[in-house]
């Protein structure tokens, strides 16, 4: 019995011994492994990867480049033809599925398809339809144009939808010009239906390219498509509404840090980051509040936080949670994009997208990250602690960036369209096409018209982001309408004392005078050169013309009959170095909203404040005279010219809508006004105002 | 067992009951145990740092001495990238989690030398000497970790940078063998020559699963946006040669040619453009009468001449940048450290760090087609755009081009940015050199915002005893009709203001604000009672007769100056007792760029009592001293940011001949 259970002992612990010896010698080489690691970290903290000093091969031998003689059986052109056939359908791409030579003749024109009778066209779309009509991008001749825009309403393609527009299959295919959809637009907001909500528009969109909401990454043909924003029927055609920042506080924060007010899905696409709202909501500064009180039949699904969520939600008001809030929750919906996104941005409430995977609007221009804060649906709890980490000034830029944005590109329809069309245009014009800076810092893209020039230096709106100044001298335009008589025409001494200005580089008079030009050695002898061009065909609008012989940055503005002083041009320059973006002038103006008659009015009138400073007398950068010319539409230089006047309310019109600032008043002597208010302009009290403001 | 468990269930009596030879026996059996133990412990647990340096000395000696692995010819292969694949779909980002420093951790394998089941390497160069400083440069990186688990991208140390130097079934077999893989999931592989013969694919070949591909030469086709990483194809001259910084200018070329390898199409199409327009274009090619070697990868020739490669670059305005067999071409890293501004002509080219650079900036992009109007279209760009070009390319090359770790660590940044996006570099971040960093303005108030009347401006006077004038400053100002609140800084600690009763009553919230210390950058506080985005500053001895006169600031401006001035500044100021408001100047106007704008007219600015020994303005070493602050302000900013104003601003109908009581601020300007 002893021998027995002593050798039974001892086995075990033999047993025991053999065990441990197994496991440490198992263990032996991981923690040894461990150790060199921590030993690194330890020893070495500088170079954990061994900076290995053997002499080693280069990656690239010197002669590899040489000897890869490169697809000696196809050309350059050969292969180009086989990307075409080759890359169709979901792989397009501008290189592949657009035809650039329609652009090169006339430059980028977008032609509209007729309305058919019996087509029922939305409201929206329709929008969108008389937006790009009325843009200097329209052709009514399919054969100048180079990009194409259906009439057939596109813009919801969600079957269960009343609006939803049947057989568009074979309606776009017996299109004459339909051409495979090649250098055709498609605007799109909705697409796909219950319940997984495809991207697919339901008919066969051939080479054409997507104007599309909800985009999402996967489906997103980079630099083809274009992410556009989702917008309701309410938004404005034109014009549309400021943001809503109306002055800074500092510090920037306000009564909430992140609400969000809206439905809530209890299953399917888009229900999970909906439903785990709550677990963040905190009811003080975190208010994110969902409803299962949407459809028909909500009762029958609702779980068991339906009634309390519902009970929370009414509590609050989501107008004043949106102005209240320094941050905005935008979570996805059933579809990528959601109505949200808007509201907060121009609520100046810094969107904070929970969207994976949505490309956002005009992804391919506007840098986000400078307006928004870009979540991800799976870390949805540190969703609070992010928000709170960013910085005060990282706050107030990111507001003020969401003010830009809106007013720039997402106010009203003509925004977002032009937008959309502008990219495209860029992307056709490559070597002359806008850069980031231009599109992401005031006054925006469509303000900012790369075909004036490339410099960024030769916009007036860059100077302080450039760190640079405009050119030290200006260029003196006269516009001459009556002819030379006697040697004392105020045109002369007004030549003379703006010939004296140190700041001069040059006098055109421009000569839109129906008299013949007068002879040379009849013009006063000046030090600077006097340029005389004679106008075409003598309009109004002509003073504004972009001439090439303008090669300072200043311009100074004149009337034949405006009387100045040599002083008083120096001094208006130096102000205007301080102001290039805006017009520095001597006659002021304003306007008012005159309630009996229900209009604006124009008033020339002694008044405590101005909106407007004459042209007759004013200096501005001569990129307003590029704008004013190929920016504005043709309707209203047309009337301009025909009334022969208003061309300088319209320039204030125009730089006040670039600017979003007033001109600036100079003092001046006494017997300008004199002779202002004396002869030339006529009907200046009570005038109409042409247009609201573009 | 029946024994054993009769034993046992008798358990503490076991020993004692034991014969003394037996218990001998036993204790020294368990002593071994338990030494046993006690051993494998301190093996386990023992500092390692003396013994573990032998073995990390010899691991930094030579490639050579890395671990073989041999690859069983029936190893797994890891599926072909998926074109699908985005940052939010095959991207394990709970890796990276919340992190404070808002930086993503970056592990390196330990480096292996794969052979197949013959011994025969999957590499012919094995690791070369540009992923080896990649990788060195990133380990010394703040990205680095050597912890695994904490680790939230995983870089393998195969080197893949050039395809044709691998065998690629066995490549990524060894990737697939790696200890972490899990489906390529967070890998990040860096790739610049990719593809074969004869098509050249535009990505690497190597399956790789959902491994991030930082690759040289990505069309529009193979690139996942926002998910891999377009990256430049390093120049190895870019260590090699040194070239100068050119002033930016007017070249003796204006367009040249340099590459050797061109398809025989475009170098004809070249050949035309040379004849129509001359000596302004320079093409080079091989020379032929060079023995080959890698000298002659630095000279080129034409007709007979020969020039010296890169130096030739700097000559010319413009360089072209042809696509050859790739897409992505080294001699784009040369022609923009020649400060020459690339002319790129590739089709569908994804441009190196198109996510974050704007190429438009610093080269200009042609379609292949368009090769013969190139002339035309270089022409028409203005000279100064040209300018900023050149200097913008120089740039470029510094930052993102310069070398293994510039292009190694962009990209991490890239990628850094796309997991916190909250925390990224800003698009002109990443586009503005550093001259335009410094010149240019840059304030998170730059909306051209005019701030309403309504909310008013708040005034803030900064007091030490003079009640008397106090009292009489408060009530003037109380008459303005925008003034939303008074708040007095009481700067004097001996003491205590005046009691309640005594105070002008006004119409506005009055706040006094007793300070701790006499110190006159009190007044630009940002004092929480300050609630309207406009500030009036002034003092105590300065009577204003009219509420017209203002002199704004801003309230952010206030903020900046306690939080943004220079420490040095705001202690100086407090140090001297003077000098507060021409720091304040030099703050607005360093934030600005511009000059602060004069409102007033007014000659009398103080009151008729206070003498030159209270007045704190009126000292007599007061103009001095005041230069000295200018002096040492300059200093500091590094600049002088104070700009020179020769106007004001004055009300509209000021002093015109128009009957006062319809002018909005008729009491201004009477001197």
Redesign the interface.
């Known amino acids: ?1 002893q021998a ?3 050798y ?3 086995l075990s ?1 033999g047993a ?2 053999a065990l ?2 197994y ?2 010698g198992v ?2 080489p991981a ?2 492994r461990s ?10 903290p ?9 002499p ?5 031998p ?5 000897t ?4 000696l ?1 196809i ?3 050969q292969k ?1 033809d086989v ?1 075409r056939s080759v ?1 169709r359908g979901k ?1 397009c ?1 501008m ?1 592949s599925c657009f035809d ?1 030579s329609l652009c090169q003749k006339n430059g980028f024109k977008v032609y509209v398809y007729p309305q058919q009778k019996g087509e029922k066209i939305s409201e929206s779309y329709q929008n969108i339809l008389s937006t790009i009509e009325g843009s200097r991008f329209y052709t009514s001749d399919p054969g100048q144009a180079c990009l194409f825009v259906l009439s057939l309403d596109t813009l919801d393609r969600d079957q269960l939808s009343p609006q939803y527009v049947h057989n568009l299959k074979t309606k776009v295919q017996s299109l004459p010009l339909w051409n495979d959809g090649r250098n055709h637009l498609i605007f799109n907001l909705y697409s796909g239906t219950w319940p997984d909500y495809t991207e697919d528009l339901g008919f066969d969109i051939g080479q054409a390219m997507l104007a599309k909401a909800s985009i999402g ?2 489906n ?1 043909r ?2 083809f498509d274009v992410s556009i924003p989702l917008f309701s029927k309410e938004h404005p055609r034109t014009g549309g509404e400021r943001g809503f ?7 920037p924060f306000r009564k909430y840090m992140l609400v969000f007010k809206g439905k809530r899905y209890l299953t399917g696409i888009g229900s999970d980051t909906r439903n785990a709202l709550y677990h963040v909501h905190n009811g003080e500064d975190v208010v994110l509040l969902t409803t299962c009180k949407h459809g028909k039949d909500w009762q029958k699904h609702k779980d068991a936080r339906c009634d309390k969520d519902n009970a929370e939600y009414d509590k609050y008001d989501y107008k004043e949670m949106l102005h209240n809030s320094t941050f905005c929750l935008v979570p996805r919906g059933r579809r990528l994009g959601s109505f949200r996104f808007l509201e907060a941005l121009q609520a100046a409430c810094v969107p904070v997208m929970l969207s ?2 949505w490309e956002l609007p005009f992804s391919e221009i506007i ?1 986000w ?2 307006a928004a ?2 979540g ?4 949805l709890l ?1 969703i609070p ?3 709170r ?2 910085h005060q ?2 706050i ?2 990111l507001r ?1 960036q969401t ?2 944005l809106w007013e720039a590109y997402f106010s009203s329809v003509e925004k977002i369209v032009l937008t959309t069309l502008e990219i495209i245009q860029d992307r056709v014009l ?2 002359g ?5 231009m599109w ?3 006054p925006g893209g469509l303000f900012a018209l790369p075909q004036y ?6 916009f007036p709106f860059y100077y ?5 100044k405009p050119y030290p001298k200006f260029t003196a335009v006269i516009h001459a309408v009556s002819p030379l008589v006697s040697q004392s025409q105020p045109i002369l001494k007004l030549l003379v004392a703006v010939a004296k200005s140190q700041y001069c580089a040059q006098i055109i008079v421009l000569w839109n005078c129906d008299k013949p030009l007068p002879a040379k050695h009849r013009w006063p002898a000046t030090s600077v050169p006097v340029i005389v061009i004679e106008g075409e065909n003598k309009v109004m609008s002509s003073r504004f013309l972009p001439y090439e012989s303008i090669v300072t940055d200043a311009v100074l503005s004149l009337d034949e009959d405006t009387v100045l002083s040599t002083t008083e041009v120096d ?1 208006a320059f ?2 205007w170095q ?1 102001f290039p973006e805006r017009i520095v002038g001597y006659p ?1 103006r304003s306007h008012f909203w005159d309630s009996n008659k229900e209009r604006w009015g124009y008033t020339s009138k ?5 909106s407007m400073v004459l042209t007759g007398a004013a200096m501005f950068h001569r990129y307003y005279h590029f704008l004013y010319t190929h920016y504005l539409p043709s309707s209203l230089k047309n009337m301009v010219d025909q009334l022969a006047n208003c061309e300088d309310i319209l320039m204030n019109f125009l730089v006040s809508a670039v ?4 001109p600036i ?3 001046q002597k ?1 017997q300008y006004k004199e002779t202002m208010m004396g002869q030339v302009r006529k009907h200046q009290s009570n005038f109409i105002i042409i247009t609201n403001r573009p | 067992m029946y024994a054993s468990g009769k034993y046992s269930s008798r358990g503490p009596a076991l020993i004692p009951r034991m014969k003394t030879k037996h218990r001998i026996y036993y204790i020294a059996l368990f002593s071994v145990v338990l030494l046993g133990l006690i051993a494998t412990g301190m093996f386990q647990f023992w500092p390692h740092s003396i013994e573990s340096s032998a073995e990390w000395t010899l691991e930094k000696g030579s490639v050579h001495d890395a671990p073989l692995i041999r690859l069983p010819a029936s190893s797994p292969i890891p599926e072909r990238g998926d074109l699908s694949c985005r940052m939010h779909t095959c991207f394990d980002v709970y890796r990276c989690g919340y992190n404070p420093k808002n930086k993503i951790k970056v592990y390196i394998y330990a480096l292996q030398r794969f052979v197949d089941e013959f011994g025969v390497p999957i590499s012919s160069t094995g690791l070369s000497r540009e992923y080896n400083d990649l990788l060195s440069a990133i380990s010394d990186s703040d990205f680095y970790t050597d912890d695994v688990t904490r680790a939230c991208l995983f870089i393998p140390s195969i080197d893949v940078l050039n395809q044709n130097s691998l065998r690629i079934r066995e490549t990524a077999q060894a990737l697939a063998m790696l200890p972490r893989w899990d489906k390529g999931m967070n890998h990040l592989l860096f790739n610049m020559l990719p593809g074969g013969p004869p098509d050249y694919n535009t990505a690497l070949d190597v399956p790789r699963d959902r491994a991030l591909l930082a690759g040289g030469g990505f069309s529009t086709w193979t690139y996942r946006q926002g998910y891999d990483v377009s990256i430049p194809v390093y120049s190895p001259l870019s260590a090699d040669v040194q070239l100068p910084e050119r002033q930016p200018g007017p070249r003796r070329y204006f367009i040249l040619s340099s590459q050797t390898a061109i398809h025989r199409e475009y170098r004809a199409e070249l050949e035309r453009l040379k004849e129509e327009n001359g000596e302004a274009l320079l093409l080079l090619d091989k020379c032929s009468n060079l023995s080959q070697g890698a000298a002659s990868a630095r000279k080129r020739c034409c007709k007979g001449q020969v020039y010296d490669y890169p130096q030739i670059l700097q000559e010319s305005s413009f360089c072209v940048v042809l696509r050859g067999a790739r897409l992505g071409q080294a001699a784009l890293s040369d022609v923009l450290q020649a400060g020459c501004v690339p002319v790129i002509l590739a089709d569908s080219y994804i441009l190196p760090f198109s996510e974050v650079l704007d190429w438009k900036r610093a080269s200009v992009v042609i379609p292949e087609e368009k090769l013969s109007e190139m002339y035309t279209i270089l022409k028409s760009i203005p000279h100064r755009q040209v300018e900023e070009m050149q200097r913008q390319a120089r740039w470029f090359w510094e930052a993102y081009f310069s070398s293994m770790k510039a292009i190694g660590l962009t990209t991490l940044q890239i990628i850094n940015d796309r997991i916190y996006p909250y925390a990224a570099r800003t698009y002109e971040q990443w586009n503005n050199p550093p001259v335009v960093k410094w010149s240019s303005v840059n304030s998170p108030l730059f909306l051209p915002l005019i701030p309403p009347r309504a909310p008013g401006f708040t005034a803030v006077v900064l007091t030490y005893d003079r009640i008397e004038s106090l009292f009489r400053v408060i009530t003037e100002i109380s008459k303005v009709p925008s003034l939303a609140k008074l708040l007095i800084v009481w700067n004097n600690q001996n003491k205590s203001p005046p009691e309640e009763s005594l105070w002008p009553k006004v119409g506005v919230p009055l706040k006094v604000v007793r300070t701790k210390e006499n110190k006159l950058s009190n007044r630009f506080f940002p004092y929480d009672e300050i609630e309207t985005e406009a500030v009036l500053a002034i003092d105590d001895d300065i009577i204003m007769l009219t509420s017209d006169e203002l002199q704004f600031g801003y309230e952010y401006f206030n903020y900046l100056y306690t939080y943004k001035m220079p420490g040095d500044i705001k202690n100086w100021v407090d140090a001297h007792m003077n000098c507060e408001d021409i720091a304040m100047n030099f703050l607005v106007a360093n934030i600005t760029g511009k000059a602060p704008i004069k409102v007033t007219p007014r000659k009398k600015f103080k009151c008729p009592e206070c003498t030159a020994i209270d007045g704190l303005s009126l000292d007599q070493t007061h103009m001095v001293e005041r230069s000295e602050c200018i002096n040492k302000f300059a200093s500091v900013f590094g600049t002088m940011p104070l700009k020179v104003v020769e106007h004001r601003a004055d009300p509209v109908l000021y002093k015109d001949d128009f009957p006062e009581k319809l002018k909005s601020f008729p009491n201004i300007g009477s001197l």
């Open positions: 019995m027995k259970k002593r039974l002992i001892l612990a025991c011994l441990l010896f496991l440490g263990e032996l923690a040894r150790r060199q690691d921590r030993s690194r970290s330890g020893y070495r500088e170079q954990p990867w061994p900076h290995y000093s053997d080693l091969h280069a990656f690239l010197w002669d590899q480049t040489d890869e003689d490169y697809n059986h050309s350059p052109t180009r990307n890359y792989r791409r290189d650039f990454s996967e997103f980079p630099n920042l109306k002055y800074n506080s500092i510090p994976n995977g840098d990250n400078t804060v870009i991800d649906e799976r870390l540190q602690t992010t928000v980490s960013i000034d990282k107030l830029s003020q003010q830009f490559e070597h096409s806008r850069s980031s800076l992401n810092s005031h020039s490339g410099y960024l230096g030769d302080a982001t450039l760190g640079i001094f130096t102000v301080s002021a002694w008044t405590n404040d101005y600017t979003k600032l007033p008043k100079i003092t006494k």
